[in-house]
């Protein structure tokens, strides 16, 4: 990306390729800045005459940008009398971010255009109350700058432009913005994507890469971390791909160690090869490429070595951002967002970036999801590889570590890709109920600040009395499997990374509510007259009545029973959505559908179980809450030993003749 003489492209306008339509608010916006707080600068007030101030205020209409008006990835066409504002998600220049982590003061803004009709600047601020800054008319060919500073955006706040045009098509050739020229200029990264048996959305990712040479350029080498048995290599055009990426693509064949198996071989990689970062990719995904530049030109200013991560838009729903930055609550050691205005499904064609004041304020997160993060090597090398915790929780304890060591992570908007969301997963449930609640707590081992880990004990409690009230008996033998680990101490992390998910499996058979039916008429219809009364309208019980709730729910379901019936014939069918613990509890037996809409399964009450379960759940809290410190010291002993290089490799196979030489 070449900018002005002593200037360098930090992020250019964009817009979606053919397949994106259905993402057209988060880069271009019709109509004029209306409907939204707006305040002249103190310049456009001492010049009242320049007819381009009055532009913007024209009418007040919402509607989409014209697909057809998209002449290419940078180039778009205003028609007559029509306005379109660049101040979109991935558009707009976050210019906030720029100002707490880099050097930046100064940043120019280089529009070229042809045609006539007039650009206006404007800035808004961390209330999200916006300010008109300057414009220019243009006619025929022409390239304009802005000189902006940015020193004003301590706690949030963007710049964008918008094109108007008078007379005739004006036609936007392209933009960009520009700054300083970064101190490293010859960085790379190694892009990495971890899969498991989703060969599809991985070769989609890799072509997308290879559609954009610019991408590649700032690529020492594009990995695949293949653990799964459907091979993205054996698949129908990969060699094609592969041709077209050249020596810089290479796959990695390993056992299934998760995805902190994965992601910690990338790491690895990018350091044996001596890349500058390595960029964490997941496999479902599908990327905005332009957001690996962004993040490369971001990183190399940063003031001090930096992680930088992308936000997530759900991939069902493209236009509604689901993650924009991730916070831990240090007392129940469980995500929180990191102000409490924040949405967390906002749909930005229902309310674009103008409109929404939250948007402006600067987000400082802890961790960075690794759905697309790049890590400094730097940084990998001063605080090592991640826990080997195979999912769940290791992106978030090391950001949490280098938290610790003095890096920090940012979140920056502009940089992005979809992703399906947590709401369309069952994540909580089943398998990967162990790596939830071990790794969870292992973190708070880790780095929770408060006696004995806070609340998170409490909760982990609470949680297996909702899963055991909702007959959830194969998610809550995991928790409890779980936690019986935890306590053997750290040395069972990295022995277990290949073999854990095949013993869980196993124990599928004795668990009814652990075994999926495609068709639900593989399940007995429920009798007429079976179900409970008003059971799918039942509410949550009040935080006030809460342990009265549970402790009669408990006991009803340890003395009653359940009916011959019920175990022959389920009550009822539940979809998903009413699938909440204290709707299910009701039940003595029910099918219940999954998140992803693909199958069931059948949930029948145990009272043996139920006793057993929560007795033992009962008793690890108790030792865990005795043993806590001493457990506490035991993990974080052992820590620099279990990210370190040479223990990771032996978790890979390596043999020391394999390192590559950088």
């Known amino acids: 990306m070449i900018g002005s003489p002593g200037w360098a492209t930090l992020q250019r306008v964009i817009f979606p390729p053919e397949s994106g339509v259905d993402t057209m608010s988060l880069y271009a916006d019709a109509g004029p800045a209306a409907g939204i707080r707006f305040r002249e600068s103190d310049e456009s007030a001492r010049n009242p005459k320049r007819a381009e101030d009055k532009l913007q205020l024209v009418g007040s209409s919402q509607r989409e940008v014209h697909f057809d008006d998209l002449l290419s990835r940078f180039s778009l066409r205003v028609r ?216 490369m030109a971001f990183s190399g200013r940063c003031r ?62 802890d961790y960075n999801g690794w759905w697309m993060c790049l890590i400094p090597t730097s940084v990998i090398r001063d605080i090592g590889l991640p826990l080997p915790l195979f999912i769940k929780w290791d992106d978030s304890e090391y950001g949490l570590r280098a938290r610790a060591a003095g890096y920090r992570t940012v979140s920056l908007p502009g940089a992005a890709l979809w992703h399906i969301s947590w709401i369309d997963k069952d994540d909580l449930v089943g398998w990967q109920a162990y790596f939830h609640n071990r790794n969870r707590l292992i973190t708070a081992l880790l780095h929770s600040p408060h006696p004995k880990g806070g609340s998170v004990l409490r909760e982990s409690f609470q949680e297996d009395v909702k899963h055991l009230v909702s007959l959830q008996y194969f998610t809550a033998q995991n928790r409890l499997t779980a936690r019986a680990d935890l306590m053997s101490g750290p040395s069972h992390l990295h022995p277990s990374l290949a073999t854990k998910l095949a013993s869980i499996n196993k124990l599928r058979d004795s668990f009814p509510d652990a075994q999926l039916h495609e068709d639900i008429d593989d399940f007995p219809a429920p009798s007429l007259g079976a179900g409970l009364s008003g059971q799918t309208e039942s509410q949550m019980p009040a935080k006030k009545d809460m342990v009265k709730w ?113």
């Not at 720029?98 to 808004?124: A, C, D, P, Q």
């Not at 101190?183 to 990712?205: G, H």
């Not at 929180?336 to 930005?348: A, K, L, N, Y």
């Not at 229902?350 to 600067?362: A, C, D, E, G, K």
């Open 80 to 295: 007559s009398g029509e306005q379109i504002s660049l101040g979109t998600y991935f558009n707009a220049f976050p210019a906030s971010y720029w100002r707490r982590w880099t050097h930046l003061r100064e940043v120019r803004l280089v529009v070229e255009t042809s045609g006539h009709g007039s650009i206006t600047v404007y800035k808004s601020n961390a209330r999200g109350t916006i300010q008109r800054v300057d414009g220019r008319r243009v006619d025929g060919d022409s390239r304009t700058e802005f000189d902006l500073s940015i020193k004003p955006f301590g706690d949030g706040g963007w710049y964008w432009f918008d094109l108007a045009s008078s007379r005739g098509d004006l036609i936007l050739g392209e933009a960009r913005w520009e700054g300083a020229p970064t101190e490293r200029p010859l960085e790379s990264a190694t892009i990495q994507i971890t899969t498991m048996n989703k060969p599809d959305f991985c070769l989609a990712n890799v072509r997308a890469l290879a559609e954009h040479p610019e991408v590649l350029e700032v690529a020492r080498e594009v990995l695949i971390v293949d653990q799964g048995t459907v091979k993205v290599a054996d698949q129908p055009g990969f060699a094609e791909v592969a041709a077209s990426i050249g020596p810089k693509l290479r796959v990695i064949d390993q056992a299934n160690l998760g995805g902190s198996g994965g992601f910690a071989r990338g790491m690895y990689e990018a350091v044996e090869n001596g890349s500058d970062y390595v960029l964490l990719l997941d496999d479902d995904v599908v990327v905005e490429p332009e957001s690996v530049l962004r993040m």
């Open 304 to 365: 001090k070595p930096t992680i930088v991560g992308g936000h997530m838009f759900d991939l069902y729903s493209r236009s509604t951002l689901y993650s924009m930055g991730e916070t831990i609550d240090s007392r129940r050691f469980s995500p929180s967002q990191p102000h409490q205005d924040m949405q967390m499904r906002h749909d930005f064609s229902v309310s674009n970036l103008r409109q929404t004041p939250w948007l402006h304020r600067r987000v400082d997160v």
């Open 550 to 662: 549970g402790l009669t729910t408990v006991a009803r379901q340890l003395l009653r029973q359940p009916s011959a019936a019920s175990l022959e014939r389920p009550q009822a069918y539940l979809a998903h959505v009413d699938n909440r613990w204290f709707r299910t509890a009701q039940f003595d037996s029910v099918v219940v559908s999954n998140a992803e809409g693909t199958a069931a399964s059948w949930y029948k009450r145990d009272p043996g179980k139920l006793k057993a379960m929560l007795s033992q759940s009962a008793l690890q809290h108790a030792a865990l809450y005795k043993n806590w410190d001493a457990l506490a010291a035991d993990y974080r002993a052992a820590l620099a030993d279990l990210v370190s290089v040479e223990t990771w490799r032996r978790s890979f196979g390596l043999a020391e003749e394999e390192r590559r030489p950088r």
